[in-house]
């Protein structure tokens, strides 16, 4: 492989990892609150459906944009009303989430079949930082969106760590009981964090329909909801991670097509395996070390929580 | 007291919302009774708005209702292949219809199942092998226009390599490679076929990265045997030529499509569901070709040339008008053995099978 393909294949690789680390940030958010929302898959395409239907309506991709974000976060508080009102089981409530909106986003985007994207996010080299030899290319010369995702991870960082709601929404997510003890109101936290996640994952759904593949297909997806769901794990919960993790799982795929035009053959159902591959060796691996509290998932993960049942 | 009332409220809202995700539509009118119209129903593997294989069977059904206004047609989409669609066939079965198609290849096992159950309702199956008193299959010779737009794919390109984002590693994927190929050869024996396998039907993002890798690997004309138009995308995105399928692409891509080889379902539906009402029917595996209008190559675009569309017209006439078809003899395949003799042809089983690539291809087909 000379310079060129490597390039060209590591870039589609940023590319291809950005939906899946858009949808991936939003759930390490929303289960570091100790809420699991397995609606990914269908926060996604309901963010891809109404960012495409206003990016078509208003001709412009940043309405879109928003439109999805509004809407993944929107959808996400029926899990959230489910799940934190009502208490009903996570893993259920979740799963019905994702069957609702691909359902959903199929009614809704009924019309918009076979309307090709009337404006869409192209790719911009930043000035500068594109000129650095072999990383300025791949990391950037693309579309605004993967730039905004960057400055996500820092800004999901920072949040995390750095500040004074990072450290209740873990409080909340790792012991609510104590967090209720000194007065952090347990689930407007978690109301919050849910609907942070429904961006992100709209956000990812509107990077596929707007940016990616600019065009509205029923399923449009693919299963990308699932794999985020399994590269928090692999991430354990941690947004840097989750940047590697996604280019990683994003670019299997593309490697796989690539090694094919070189006559290499790999098999791709192998390579369809091998972020759940990944993401059990993972698992393995911290269950084997157990003393790290560090890279542990937050303690109440999937618990609903009620005080009168302290 | 609250609680339980709250858990069964919660149960209600996740039922309503589980029952509202599945899809299931008719598309008549409700105050008809329903002994008035002819029951017939479809069950696609995928959404309808795929803009693809379904999408092309639903057009078919449109086409059936707009020729026979009696007629009633229910469609269940994405209906998986396996044990679901057992269920689904018996729940049309009981439903009252005298005709179900079947429209996806894995169908085949839970049709001829269902088929002994209810000896009464006719079933049409697309794509399989099996057949009963009460099932026929059909299916269209989809690698006769394939043939054509492998000519025009040649004629355009310039680079002599053209790229194909192929499926899955089945006889009908390997049968449109083969036949492009040959049509590609035809006309321009320095061209070469190289072949991606994405193992996805339906997947937009990774099926236009399959073919952006065929792009880098310096293919200036893309085609396709997938259900969405992500490779036409890439296409256009990198000012390549294009070639879709199933349906007229151009929309998504019109800097870039040439054409496509299609599909046109209408009319076999409608004699169909005729000869079945009528009582005239019986079970035959159907495999319509150009002559049939079951399968044909969309319009060209305005990006192909007059001399092209007068050559692709020559070579379709050949293929309605005399005995000659695509897999006629001599044909070598990847290692230069003689696969057909001269003048000799394929027999429709030896096409069912397909297992190897012709000379020109580049690409392995996967264990």
Same mark, same amino acid.
Not at chain 2, 21 to 37: H, I, P, W, Y
Not at chain 2, 81 to 95: F, Q
Not at chain 2, 226 to 254: K, V
């Given at each position: 492989?000379?310079?060129?393909?490597?390039?060209?294949?590591?870039?589609?690789?940023?590319?291809?990892?950005?939906?899946?680390?858009?949808?991936?940030?939003?759930?390490?958010?929303?289960?570091?609150?100790?809420?699991?929302?397995?609606?990914?898959?269908?926060?996604?395409?309901?963010?891809?459906?109404?960012?495409?239907?206003?990016?078509?309506?208003?001709?412009?991709?940043?309405?879109?944009?928003?439109?999805?974000?509004?809407?993944?976060?929107?959808?996400?508080? &029926?899990?959230?009303? $489910?799940? =934190?009102?009502?208490?009903?089981?996570? %893993?259920?409530?979740?799963?019905?989430?994702? !069957? @609702? *909106?691909?359902?959903?986003?199929?009614?809704?985007?009924?019309?918009?079949?076979?309307?090709?994207?009337?404006?869409?996010?192209?790719?911009?080299?930043?000035?500068?930082?594109?000129?650095?030899?072999?990383?300025?290319?791949?990391?950037?010369?693309?579309?605004?969106?993967?730039?905004?995702?960057?400055?996500?991870?820092?800004?999901?960082?920072?949040?995390?760590?750095?500040?004074?709601?990072?450290?209740?929404?873990?409080?909340?997510?790792?012991?609510?009981?104590?967090?209720?003890?000194?007065?952090?109101?347990?689930?407007?936290?978690?109301?919050?964090?849910?609907?942070?996640?429904?961006?992100?994952?709209?956000?990812?759904?509107?990077?596929?329909?707007?940016?990616?593949?600019?065009?509205?297909?029923?399923?449009?997806?693919?299963?990308?909801?699932? &794999?985020?769901?399994? $590269?928090? =794990?692999?991430?354990?919960?941690?947004? %840097?991670?989750?940047?590697?993790?996604?280019? !990683? @799982? *994003?670019?299997?795929?593309?490697?796989?097509?690539?090694?094919?035009?070189?006559?290499?053959?790999?098999?791709?159902?192998?390579?369809?395996?091998?972020?759940?591959?990944?993401?059990?060796?993972?698992?393995?691996?911290?269950?084997?070390?157990?003393?790290?509290?560090?890279?542990?998932?937050?303690?109440?993960?999937?618990?609903?929580?009620?005080?009168?049942?302290? | 007291?609250?609680?339980?009332?709250?858990?069964?409220?919660?149960?209600?809202?996740?039922?309503?919302?589980?029952?509202?995700?599945?899809?299931?539509?008719?598309?008549?009118?409700?105050?008809?009774?329903?002994?008035?119209?002819?029951?017939?129903?479809?069950?696609?593997?995928?959404?309808?708005?795929?803009?693809?294989?379904?999408?092309?069977?639903?057009?078919?059904?449109?086409?059936?209702?707009?020729?026979?206004?009696?007629?009633?047609?229910?469609?269940?989409?994405?209906?998986?292949?396996?044990?679901?669609?057992?269920?689904?066939?018996?729940?049309?079965?009981?439903?009252?219809?005298?005709?179900?198609?079947?429209?996806?290849?894995?169908?085949?096992?839970?049709?001829?199942?269902?088929?002994?159950?209810?000896?009464?309702?006719?079933?049409?199956?697309?794509?399989?092998?099996?057949?009963?008193?009460?099932?026929?299959?059909?299916?269209?010779?989809?690698?006769?226009?394939?043939?054509?737009?492998?000519?025009?794919?040649?004629?355009?390109?310039?680079?002599?390599?053209?790229?194909?984002?192929?499926?899955?590693?089945?006889?009908?994927?390997?049968?449109?490679?083969?036949?492009?190929?040959?049509?590609?050869?035809?006309?321009?024996?320095?061209?070469?076929?190289?072949?991606?396998?994405?193992?996805?039907?339906?997947?937009?993002?990774?099926?236009?990265?399959?073919?952006?890798?065929?792009?880098?690997?310096?293919?200036?004309?893309?085609?396709?045997?997938?259900?969405?138009?992500?490779?036409?995308?890439?296409?256009?995105?990198?000012?390549?030529?294009?070639?879709?399928?199933?349906?007229?692409?151009?929309?998504?891509?019109?800097?870039?499509?040439?054409?496509?080889?299609?599909?046109?379902?209408?009319?076999?539906?409608?004699?169909?569901?005729?000869?079945?009402?009528?009582?005239?029917?019986?079970?035959?595996?159907?495999?319509?070709?150009?002559?049939?209008?079951?399968?044909?190559?969309?319009?060209?675009?305005?990006?192909?040339?007059?001399?092209?569309?007068?050559?692709?017209?020559?070579?379709?006439?050949?293929?309605?008008?005399?005995?000659?078809?695509?897999?006629?003899?001599?044909?070598?395949?990847?290692?230069?053995?003689?696969?057909?003799?001269?003048?000799?042809?394929?027999?429709?089983?030896?096409?069912?099978?397909?297992?190897?690539?012709?000379?020109?291809?580049?690409?392995?087909?996967?264990?």
């Amino acid at each position: 492989m000379d310079n060129a393909i490597i390039i060209s294949t590591l870039s589609a690789a940023v590319i291809a990892g950005t939906p899946i680390l858009y949808a991936a940030l939003g759930e390490i958010i929303c289960e570091k609150s100790g809420n699991l929302n397995l609606g990914v898959e269908g926060m996604m395409l309901i963010g891809a459906v109404c960012g495409f239907k206003a990016a078509v309506l208003s001709n412009n991709p940043w309405v879109g944009f928003l439109v999805a974000m509004l809407a993944g976060g929107l959808f996400s508080l &029926i899990h959230a009303f $489910l799940t =934190i009102t009502l208490k009903s089981s996570q %893993v259920v409530s979740g799963l019905a989430l994702t !069957i @609702f *909106g691909t359902g959903l986003s199929s009614f809704i985007g009924k019309s918009m079949i076979g309307i090709p994207a009337p404006v869409k996010f192209s790719k911009v080299a930043i000035p500068i930082l594109s000129k650095i030899p072999f990383i300025g290319t791949i990391l950037f010369h693309q579309d605004v969106l993967v730039y905004i995702s960057y400055m996500m991870i820092v800004a999901v960082w920072i949040y995390l760590y750095k500040t004074n709601m990072g450290l209740k929404l873990k409080a909340v997510g790792e012991n609510p009981a104590a967090a209720d003890a000194v007065g952090i109101y347990v689930s407007k936290i978690q109301y919050i964090h849910v609907f942070i996640g429904g961006v992100f994952a709209g956000a990812g759904g509107a990077y596929l329909s707007l940016a990616y593949s600019p065009a509205w297909l029923e399923n449009m997806t693919a299963g990308r909801g699932w &794999i985020a769901v399994s $590269l928090v =794990i692999f991430a354990l919960w941690n947004p %840097v991670r989750a940047l590697v993790g996604s280019y !990683i @799982f *994003g670019g299997l795929d593309i490697l796989g097509y690539r090694a094919q035009t070189l006559g290499i053959t790999v098999s791709p159902i192998f390579m369809k395996m091998i972020p759940y591959l990944f993401t059990m060796g993972v698992l393995i691996f911290i269950s084997a070390k157990k003393g790290n509290r560090n890279i542990a998932a937050p303690g109440a993960l999937g618990v609903s929580y009620s005080r009168e049942e302290r | 007291m609250r609680k339980k009332l709250l858990g069964v409220m919660s149960l209600l809202m996740v039922l309503v919302m589980i029952f509202t995700g599945c899809s299931q539509k008719s598309t008549a009118d409700e105050s008809k009774t329903e002994d008035e119209k002819y029951k017939v129903a479809f069950i696609y593997v995928g959404p309808v708005g795929d803009a693809g294989w379904s999408y092309s069977h639903d057009a078919g059904k449109e086409y059936l209702l707009k020729e026979m206004p009696d007629v009633e047609a229910t469609y269940i989409e994405s209906v998986p292949e396996g044990s679901d669609s057992e269920r689904v066939l018996t729940e049309l079965a009981e439903k009252g219809n005298q005709i179900i198609f079947a429209t996806s290849f894995g169908y085949m096992d839970s049709v001829m199942n269902v088929a002994k159950k209810y000896p009464d309702v006719t079933f049409i199956h697309c794509s399989g092998y099996k057949t009963d008193k009460n099932v026929a299959t059909y299916f269209g010779r989809m690698y006769q226009p394939r043939y054509l737009s492998g000519v025009v794919a040649a004629k355009k390109t310039a680079s002599n390599v053209i790229g194909y984002v192929a499926a899955y590693p089945i006889p009908e994927v390997i049968r449109g490679i083969n036949a492009f190929t040959l049509g590609a050869k035809s006309v321009n024996p320095d061209a070469v076929v190289k072949v991606v396998w994405t193992n996805t039907w339906y997947d937009p993002a990774k099926e236009k990265e399959a073919a952006k890798s065929l792009l880098d690997a310096g293919a200036d004309v893309i085609t396709q045997h997938q259900d969405t138009p992500g490779p036409q995308q890439a296409a256009q995105e990198q000012n390549a030529f294009s070639i879709g399928y199933n349906t007229d692409m151009s929309q998504f891509a019109p800097e870039a499509y040439l054409t496509a080889p299609v599909w046109n379902w209408g009319p076999y539906y409608v004699d169909t569901v005729k000869a079945v009402r009528a009582g005239t029917w019986k079970s035959a595996q159907y495999w319509g070709g150009l002559k049939d209008g079951v399968v044909a190559l969309a319009p060209m675009t305005d990006l192909v040339d007059e001399e092209t569309k007068a050559l692709v017209a020559k070579e379709e006439k050949k293929i309605i008008d005399t005995d000659w078809d695509v897999f006629t003899g001599i044909i070598k395949d990847q290692e230069g053995n003689v696969k057909v003799q001269e003048g000799q042809q394929l027999t429709d089983e030896e096409l069912l099978s397909m297992d190897w690539f012709v000379e020109g291809v580049e690409g392995k087909i996967a264990e």
